[in-house]
Nanobody, 119 residues
Framework: QVQLVESGGGLVQTGGSLRLSCTAS????????MGWFRQAPGKEREFVAR????????YYADSVKGRFTISGDNAKNTVYLQMNSLRPEDTAVYYC????????????WGQGTQVTVSS
């Protein structure tokens, strides 16, 4: 049973920073890609960033490029999302997800962590 557990959300002022963590368990993730998504109230869930465990290759949505950084710690099976220069429009529930590198869809999801940026 795969488990993804997010933490690190909270309330921060505009311009502030937060670091989200996602700890994975239940399988070996070496051939997986880990992603962060977010969903704001009344909006569809959107992609934020992803990292491939094996190559550490990363990719970001244009809306967060230059402000957010995704990274991973193999020893801890944990993926991080460092969020800097936060804006009110970054307010959302942030979800961690995992997909096999042989698939297009993310099959495993965490429960989400709330990030609120006040203006």
């Amino acid at each position: 049973q795969v488990q993804l557990v997010e933490s690190g959300g909270g309330l921060v002022q505009t311009g502030g920073s937060l670091r989200l963590s996602c700890t994975a368990s239940g399988r070996t993730f070496s051939s997986y890609t880990m992603g962060w998504f977010r969903q704001a109230p009344g909006k569809e869930r959107e992609f934020v960033a992803r990292i491939m465990w094996s190559t550490r290759g990363t990719y970001y949505a244009d809306s967060v490029k230059g402000r957010f950084t995704i990274s991973g710690d193999n020893a801890k099976n944990t993926v991080y999302l460092q969020m800097n220069s936060l804006r009110p429009e970054d307010t959302a529930v942030y979800y961690c997800a995992a997909r096999s590198n042989y698939k297009n869809n993310y099959d495993d999801w965490g429960q989400g962590t709330q990030v609120t940026v006040s203006s």
